[in-house]
């Protein structure tokens, strides 16, 4: 069976961990297919939650990778209790699953170091690219799906006239919630797109229609800045990762594959992703809710060398694309009121010469939106293909809009060069 070939000890793995986190009470199961939801009661989780000790949960904890945001209210912080249980939880076929999947569950590919973060897994795009640069979609979709249910009728193959073969890394999820709180026009602000101020620098400003609202908003999450928010990312990842259709996406894909033979695959009917009777909550609901109130991993040790560090990587022009903090708008949350976000990223899309040749969304073949680099320690390998496997190559591969700063890199005295390995480091 195609389930083999995933690691599903990892996430079982996973999950133990997690269940430090799910404090007592039983955790409702949410069904999904359609039989299913009828049978549905109060039947527990597969994940045995670890009973903590009651009390505030948020406070004078230790923070840890996977912790929620600190200052949250007990209801957050049961919304982000039950997020996480659907986070870690494995799809069965009956469920919804498939007919063509990555993987079988979120935490499956955002696991390290902690639930949320990231997995050594990464998928397959492709499509046709012209010597003009003008990008084809072949078959429906770009995105390949890597295994397919028994019997295997829908199993996707990649189409021989497709030019362009790229692979993806996954993005750790921490402090997702405030990029999301962050506003559209905060991001407009350093966009450049023409390079008026001439420093070779232009990011663009992905401009996307958010499926959740209808609104032209700015994308800033995924590889290609396709969305705006963890509603509609979850809701994407959710049909496009596992093939559970939801409200926001209700039709099964798999490109290649003829949307009636993809019926036949899977014949529960859509959307799958069914609100559980307990909670009232969807799928796509308990999973915003758990990255909205994930907190951003914690610097690690910051030494005189990394603050130094800091400001080599200002003085050469890093900066200019990695900005360091931005800041989120006014929220009647207090928790993502007017707070700084130090991801180190401006969000935009650039031509930095990595680009994957393919076109999604508002993003053009050649262009990747700036990674933020917090939580940098903890991610390996880098760039959005995995191409890179530490931050000198990740650094020596940029190029195009980036060339000015790598320039300046390359003539770094070998201190310099430490100074600034060691603030990376830090991050
Ligand atoms: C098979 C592996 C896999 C699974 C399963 C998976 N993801 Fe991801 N995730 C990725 C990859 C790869 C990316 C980068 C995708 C891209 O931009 O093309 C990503 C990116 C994301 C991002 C963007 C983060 C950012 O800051 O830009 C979000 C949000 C996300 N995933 C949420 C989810 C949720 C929610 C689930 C479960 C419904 C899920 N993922 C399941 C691999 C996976
Ligand atoms: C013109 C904008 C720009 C400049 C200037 C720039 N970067 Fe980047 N950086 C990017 C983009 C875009 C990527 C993603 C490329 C990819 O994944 O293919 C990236 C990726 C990275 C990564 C890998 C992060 C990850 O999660 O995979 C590191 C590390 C990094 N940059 C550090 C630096 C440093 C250090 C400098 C200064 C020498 C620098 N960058 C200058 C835009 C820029």
């Known amino acids: 069976m195609t389930m083999k070939r995933t690691p599903i000890l990892a996430v079982l793995a996973s999950a133990v961990l997690a269940g430090m986190l799910l404090a007592q009470g039983p955790l409702p199961r ?42 949250i209210t007990a209801d957050e912080f049961e919304l982000f209790r039950i997020g996480l249980a659907d986070f870690v939880e ?8 498939g007919p063509v999947f990555n993987g079988l569950g979120c935490a499956q590919c955002h696991a390290t170091p902690a639930i949320g973060g990231i997995s050594p897994v990464s998928e397959v795009r492709a499509g046709y690219l012209d010597e003009d640069g003008a990008f084809t979609v072949l078959g429906g979709d770009t995105l390949y799906h890597l295994f397919s249910l028994p019997n295997q009728e829908c ?3 990649i189409p021989p006239e497709a030019n ?35 420093d070779g620098i232009s990011g663009r400003a992905a401009l996307i229609i958010d499926v959740a609202t209808g609104q032209q908003r700015v994308g ?11 509603l509609a990312f979850g809701a994407d990842a959710y049909r496009n990762e596992m093939g559970i259709t939801n409200d926001l996406f209700r039709n099964e894909v798999g490109a290649g594959i003829d949307p009636e033979a993809l019926r036949l695959c899977d014949p529960a009917p859509d959307p799958e992703d069914a609100r559980e009777p ?34 080599v990587f200002q003085s050469i022009g890093c900066a200019s694309c990695h900005v360091p903090v931005l800041t989120t708008g006014r929220n009647s949350n207090p928790v993502f009121d007017r707070r700084g976000v130090a991801l180190y990223s401006d969000l935009l899309l650039h031509d930095v010469g990595t680009g994957d040749g393919i076109e999604q969304s508002s993003a053009a073949p050649n262009e990747i ?59």
């Open 220 to 230: 800033r999450f995924g590889w290609k800045s396709q969305h705006a928010t963890l």
């Open 369 to 427: 939106r700036t990674p933020a680099l917090w939580g940098l320690r903890f991610r390996r390998p880098l760039l959005h293909d995995g191409s890179a496997a530490n931050p000198e190559q990740a650094v020596l591969r940029h190029g195009n809009e980036a060339a000015g700063a790598v320039e300046r890199y390359r003539e770094l005295a070998t201190d310099e060069k430490a100074a600034l390995q060691a603030f990376l480091d830090s991050l």
């Open 30 to 71: 949410r069904a999904r297919a359609r039989a299913e939801r009828v049978a549905a009661g109060a039947s527990s989780q597969a994940t045995t939650p670890v009973p903590l000790a009651p009390g505030p949960v948020t406070q004078g904890r230790p923070s840890q990778p996977g912790n929620p945001l600190p200052g």
């Open 278 to 311: 307990l909670t009232g909550l969807r799928g796509i609901d308990a999973f915003e809710a758990f990255m909205k109130f994930l907190a951003p991993l914690d610097r690690g040790p910051i030494g005189e060398r990394a603050v130094r560090g800091e400001t």
């Open 164 to 198: 362009v073969v790229a692979r993806r890394i996954p993005i750790p999820l921490f402090g997702a919630g405030l990029v999301e709180a962050i506003p559209d026009e905060e991001i407009l602000a350093l966009s450049d797109p023409g390079d008026s101020n001439a």
């Open 90 to 97: 494995v799809e069965q076929a009956g469920e919804g699953l």
């Open 155 to 157: 199993q996707p193959s």
